[in-house]
Each structure stands twice: as structure tokens, then as C-alpha cells.
């Protein structure tokens, strides 16, 4: 390999192009071997085959052949970079720190460590003496995981009955705020006197004409009008927590 790159290196043109293209692909198992690595952290293999290869490029592109380093101690620490790199800026769905990133991926290989050795799943405290960390930086790490990879609203749901994430989430109920309303309204309609109280219920809660209360209560439809506008009014001020106007109180 570092043969077939020097002589890259001294081509030009066409000849070099060809070159370092056979030296690339000669070297994809070893790119493809440095994904394989990765798999089953949560990111597709195709994915990380993908980066790995790129990283093989960039790592052909980069060797110096007169360093008299091997190509693959200079390749295998690119590709392990830009793989990391690919976890870390693309692999999580709300990004946590990076010491928790770090973490997390430590915190697997100890996990399968662990788990061979005891024969079941490791404890927090287990994990924590393993890595050498506190048992609040392992549960923090934990939780941090789940922001991984996060789920879309239109995934299936339920046992096959054509159901969707979307069909479990709670829907915004408009008797609530009427609800509300009502028991805010309560105690201030306790503060009028019964007949004012009558007034409103007959042409909000009945549906009544001005007219139509006119007629049962005996007065005028004018008087009517006036006396449900100043029972709005009366209202609007007290659950603003307003004083009454100065004329209002001296009548």
C-alpha cells in the first residue's frame, strides 16, 4: 500500500488519479471493518460504512508515504475520528453535552463488559465504579440517551389497528376553558342584585331578546339595553379589580 501510494504521489494527471483510486479501493475492508465497529450504537451500518469510506478518502488523499509512518496507523486513526465525529454532530436528536455524549458511548461497551462477566444487566453503581464516574453522572448519562433518536408522530401504534402516535395525544378540550370561565364569573355575578342577576341569565344563558325580557320584567326594551350594559360594565371592572368611576359612586 505505501508503495502503491508513493508511486501515486510522484504520477500526475490521469496516471495519479488511477492510482490513488486502486489504492482507495483496496483499503475499503479496512474502512468497512472500522465501521463494523459501530454498528448497533443506533446509527444504520450503511450510514457508517458511508462515513468510514469518505474518511478513507480524505486519510489516501492525506498520507505522505516519506513520513515512513504505515498507512494504516495513519488511516485507522482518521477513519475512527470522522466516525466519532458522524455520532456526535449527526447521530443525536436534542444533543446533550459532550461529556455525556463521551459517556454514553463508554457506558455501552461497559454495559456488554459487564453484562458477560455477571451474567446480567449491570446496576448504576456497577457502571459508575467500571468507568470510574459518580452514580449521578450515570443516570444523567442515562437519561441523555433517550434523546437519541427520537420518534416520529406518525409511527404505528397500538396492536396493528392502524393507530399513530399522533392518535394517543390529548386533544385541547374547550369545555375546560369554559369552565374556567364560569367559575371566574360566578362571584362577581354574586355581587349584583337578583334582579340584574335574572336580566343576564334570560339574554346569555336563555337566549332572550331585549324585547322578549322587556316584556316579562315590564319595563322598556331602551331600559333593558341600558341595564345589561351596565351590568357588563360592572363586571369588566370588578374582575379587572378596578375602582368604580367617581360619578358612579357618588349616585
Avoid at 98 to 109: D, F, G, I, S, V
Avoid at 114 to 140: C, D, I, T, Y
Avoid at 218 to 239: E, F, H, N, P, Y
Wanted: with cysteine; proline share 4%; aromatic share 4%.
Amino acid at each position: 500500500m505505501e508503495q502503491l501510494l508513493e508511486r501515486a504521489h510522484r504520477a500526475t494527471g490521469a496516471e495519479r488519479d488511477r492510482l490513488m483510486e486502486r489504492a482507495t479501493v483496496s483499503q475499503l475492508g479496512l474502512a468497512r471493518s472500522m465501521a463494523l465497529r459501530y454498528r448497533d450504537r443506533g446509527e444504520p451500518l450503511d450510514d457508517l460504512v458511508q462515513v468510514a469510506n469518505l474518511a478513507l478518502v480524505m486519510a489516501v488523499q492525506r498520507y505522505r508515504p516519506d513520513e515512513g509512518v504505515p498507512f494504516a496507523a495513519f488511516a485507522v486513526p482518521t477513519i475512527t475520528g470522522e466516525l466519532r465525529r458522524h455520532f456526535r454532530d449527526r447521530g443525536w436528536n436534542v444533543r446533550p453535552p459532550r461529556r455525556l455524549q463521551e459517556l454514553r458511548a463508554r457506558m455501552q461497551k461497559a454495559t456488554a463488559d459487564l453484562g458477560q462477566e455477571l451474567g446480567h444487566a449491570p446496576s448504576s453503581e456497577q457502571l459508575a465504579q467500571r468507568l470510574g464516574v459518580e452514580v449521578g453522572e450515570v443516570q444523567e448519562a442515562a437519561t441523555a440517551a433517550e434523546g437519541y433518536h427520537s420518534l416520529s408522530l406518525d409511527a404505528p401504534a397500538g396492536d396493528g389497528e392502524g393507530l399513530h402516535l399522533a392518535d394517543w395525544l390529548g386533544a385541547e378540550e374547550e369545555a375546560y376553558e369554559h369552565t374556567i370561565d364560569s367559575m371566574a364569573v360566578r362571584p362577581l355575578l354574586a355581587g349584583l342584585d337578583e334582579r340584574t342577576r335574572h336580566i343576564l341569565c334570560l339574554r346569555f344563558y336563555r337566549g332572550c331578546t331585549q324585547q322578549q325580557i322587556a316584556d316579562e320584567i315590564g319595563v322598556t326594551q331602551m331600559q333593558v339595553s341600558r341595564l345589561i350594559s351596565q351590568a357588563l360594565a360592572r363586571l369588566r371592572r370588578d374582575a379587572a379589580g378596578d375602582e368604580p368611576p367617581r360619578q358612579a359612586r357618588s349616585a
